[in-house]
């Protein structure tokens, strides 16, 4: 490992490879100049997400220029290592700052497959000392903002948005018809047991605005914990799948080590591929998509309910296979002999 990173004030001037150090870039934007800290194992989309986090230019509205490197920049997914770069030479930026961000959401590329990795790949992305470096500058870097007080002998769970909550690529004049049956219902019940804390891979602008609008910030029958934006991720590589980004929960457990562990932890998303790096911890949810056409349907938030309610009096939530979510419900539902109604008026 390199202890003297040419991004050293000193090393200024000397051209070499970017290392796993980790070091300080500028970058012009906008008449102005601004720093980021990166490290070589970072990828270009980790690079632009943190001059977002100067900047607020969402990564995707980013063009970067740097001599001698062409478009290779514009690949999200190439390694800074990848890059002759030198300290002493400055990254410019060119992008605007989005204020229609509802129209920004609309025309977001996006990937829309899910995929399962292999075992040994999810040990070997969990096992990364790249990666659990990573990780540590993450929970250093966010901090994450409590709106509200953790709740002693609470359980924790964490809520993805979009198709998990909300089906964000339909249109419709009003959000409430684009959100998930059952949403308030399901988070004033669960809330008996659990801390909620919602984190999505778009921008932290986004998830208040849409989180707002759909009355979940401000409801009188339950509080939410925490929110958290595409800035808590971090960037890992699988041989079979390339360069991927995740929800790591432990920036989450690192933060608030009295209250939540892996232990007392779950996450809904949509992918499985976002908890990657704590899969014992994970239920990927059927998506919520086509709202018109499904919204009549969709019981999902109920049947969960059931599910969260039933695990909550386990000590220990990571021992649990989540893939059989729904056999669990239905067990329970058959010895308690009762079910959940949730009224129908939404
Ligand atoms: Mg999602």
């Known amino acids: 490992m390199a202890s003297e990173s040419s991004w050293s004030a000193a090393g200024a001037g000397a051209t070499s490879p970017v290392t796993e150090e980790e070091l300080t870039l500028t970058v012009k934007w906008s008449g102005k100049e601004y720093t980021v800290r990166v490290c070589g194992d970072d990828t270009v989309g980790e690079l632009k997400r943190r001059i977002c986090e100067a900047t607020n230019v969402l990564p995707k509205r980013q063009k970067l220029l740097y001599p001698k490197v062409g478009s290779k920049l514009s690949d999200d997914s190439l390694l800074l290592s990848q890059f002759p770069l030198k300290a002493s030479l400055k990254m410019t930026m060119i992008g605007t700052v989005e204020d229609e961000i509802i129209v920004d959401q609309v025309d977001s590329p996006e990937i829309i497959d899910d995929f399962e990795l292999r075992r040994y790949e999810v040990l070997d992305i969990i096992y990364n000392e790249a990666n659990k470096q990573k990780l540590r500058r993450r929970i250093e870097q966010y901090n994450v903002k409590l709106r509200n007080p953790c709740r002693e002998g609470k359980k924790l769970l964490v809520l993805d948005i979009d ?182 008026s939404q």
Request: charged share 25%.
């Open 163 to 344: 198709y998990t909550l909300f089906d964000h690529r339909s249109r419709a004049e009003n959000p409430l018809e684009l959100m998930r049956p059952y949403l308030h219902e399901f988070l004033t019940a669960v809330y008996a047991e659990y801390d909620i804390m919602i984190w999505s891979a778009t921008s932290m602008k986004w998830v208040e605005l849409k989180m707002g609008q759909l009355g979940v910030l401000n409801n009188p029958n339950y509080k939410i914990t925490a929110l958290l934006d595409h800035l808590a991720m971090i960037t890992v590589q699988s041989d079979t799948r390339g360069v991927f980004d995740c929800k790591p929960l432990a920036l989450i457990w690192a933060q608030f080590p009295e209250f939540y562990s892996a232990k007392n932890t779950i996450m809904f998303d949509d992918l499985r591929r976002n908890f990657v790096m704590n899969p014992q911890n994970g239920l990927k949810i059927k998506p919520f998509r086509n709202a018109h056409s499904n919204r009549d349907s969709d019981q999902e938030l109920v049947k969960l309910t059931q599910y969260l309610l039933g695990i909550a009096a386990f000590d220990d939530l990571s021992i649990l296979d989540h893939k059989h979510w729904e056999l669990f419900s239905e067990y329970n539902l058959k010895r308690s002999g009762h079910n959940l109604k949730f009224s129908t």
